[in-house]
């Protein structure tokens, strides 16, 4: 039995180990039992503060991240925590678990212990603002995001919301985590409800297959750019750009936008060492996708770890007044073709497949992104129209389910 401070591993699960036995006989208040769970508990907790730094998830959210798992609703933890009333209470935070909540939830849903007997703020489950009617959710049901039907959706929409977000921590704070707008170009107003409801599915995409490795900072530099951009010259391209990306822990994710987004590609860096890119492929060219790619890699490369969480990006807006749009663009453009075979390049000065093919065959390069250096040039977007490769990106991607 643990009579002292745990010091070690083995003093840890052997606290743990006794505490889920203790719970199963569910001592009555003032008992030597109840007292030693309450011992346990506090020399558990002081444990983990000092060795496990990572915060886990509160009681709250590890109880809404079971019932998504197991699509369950409030209905159905009735038998572990009492009437429909007190479900709600204490999924909104107005109402502490009991030890003998507790000890059903562990036994019942398999919820760590540790977890259950945490401290938590019930100021964290609040809604910070979120008016859960705006998100499209409609449109996140015919896409697979929420496992519901539309009536279900016009009973429980925040219930149903709130498990969308769950996996990824509190759901008001995710989503209010999202809806800064600071670090958005875009010329057209984006719908920030649509916008934070697109980056949590990419976050859920990256999470359910996450890289084998941490990314390493500074592990994106120009050549490391110029590296990706190489194997453009691969039909499947893009495809190897994903794997190439997770061997160097940088989930690549493609999901289309939603409406009223106007959204080309993204920067997600909220969880450490795991940036995450999404692009949505809104314009299906080879071109425009090696563009977007590596505009995004590089805000990897320039903004990671600087206090920047994400970067929206339409890159229908060619000039950005935003600094850190500029440095992305111009070192995305460096990526792609060096300013100095630019300037060499008949391709600068003679819009023609030869000049095309010359300084692809250089640079080893698929031709589509020379070919859209020189349409972007020339703002003549008719030009080598049959070189910039329509249609042929998302078509790599069978396992996205693209909008009709």
Request: glycine share 4%.
């Amino acid at each position: 039995m643990v009579t002292k401070v745990i010091k070690d591993q083995e003093g840890y699960e052997s606290a743990l180990a006794e505490i889920s036995n203790l719970m199963d006989s569910d001592p009555l208040p003032g008992t030597p039992e109840a007292d030693r769970l309450e011992l346990l508990t506090l020399l558990i907790k002081d444990y983990e503060t000092k060795n496990f730094p990572a915060r886990l998830p509160n009681p709250i959210e590890a109880i809404r991240f079971r019932m998504e798992q197991q699509n369950l609703s409030q209905r159905d933890l009735v038998p572990y925590i009492g009437s429909r009333s007190k479900v709600s209470e204490v999924l909104s935070g107005k109402r502490p678990l009991s030890l003998s909540m507790i000890r059903a939830l562990h036994t019942k849903l398999g919820i760590p212990a540790k977890v259950l007997l945490q401290e938590y703020d019930p100021t964290e489950i609040e809604d910070s603002g979120i008016d859960w009617d705006r998100f499209p959710i409609k449109e996140m049901i015919s896409r697979g995001w929420v496992k519901a039907t539309l009536s279900e959706a016009k009973v429980k929409k925040e219930e149903l919301l709130r498990r969308f977000f769950t996996p990824l921590g509190s759901p008001a704070k995710i989503a209010a985590m999202y809806m800064r707008t600071d670090s958005v170009r875009s010329a057209r107003s984006m719908d920030e409800y649509a916008l934070t409801a697109w980056t949590a599915r990419v976050m859920k995409l990256a999470l359910s297959d996450p890289p084998a490795v941490d990314y390493k900072p500074n592990t994106v530099t120009l050549d490391f750019m110029r590296d990706v951009v190489r194997l453009s010259w691969s039909e499947s391209g893009p495809r190897l750009a994903q794997e190439f990306l997770k061997k160097h822990g940088i989930s690549l994710v493609i999901e289309p936008h939603l409406p009223h987004t106007h959204l080309d590609g993204a920067a997600i860096m909220l969880i450490a060492h795991r940036p995450i890119i999404g692009l949505s492929l809104r314009h299906d060219r080879i071109d425009n996708f090696w563009f977007c790619l590596m505009h995004e890699l590089s805000h990897v490369a320039l903004h990671y770890g600087q206090g920047i969480t994400h970067f929206y990006d339409d890159l229908d807006v060619k000039h950005s007044n935003d600094p850190r749009e500029r440095e992305a663009d111009d070192l995305a453009g460096e990526a792609l073709i060096p300013k100095a075979e630019w300037k060499n390049s008949p391709a600068s000065v003679l819009p023609s497949l030869e000049a095309v093919q010359d300084l692809a065959d250089q640079l080893r390069i698929h031709p589509a992104i020379i070919a859209g250096r020189i349409r972007h040039e020339n703002k003549s977007f008719q030009v080598l129209n049959q070189l910039v490769g329509h249609g042929q990106v998302r078509r790599l991607f069978e396992e996205v389910n693209w909008p009709q």
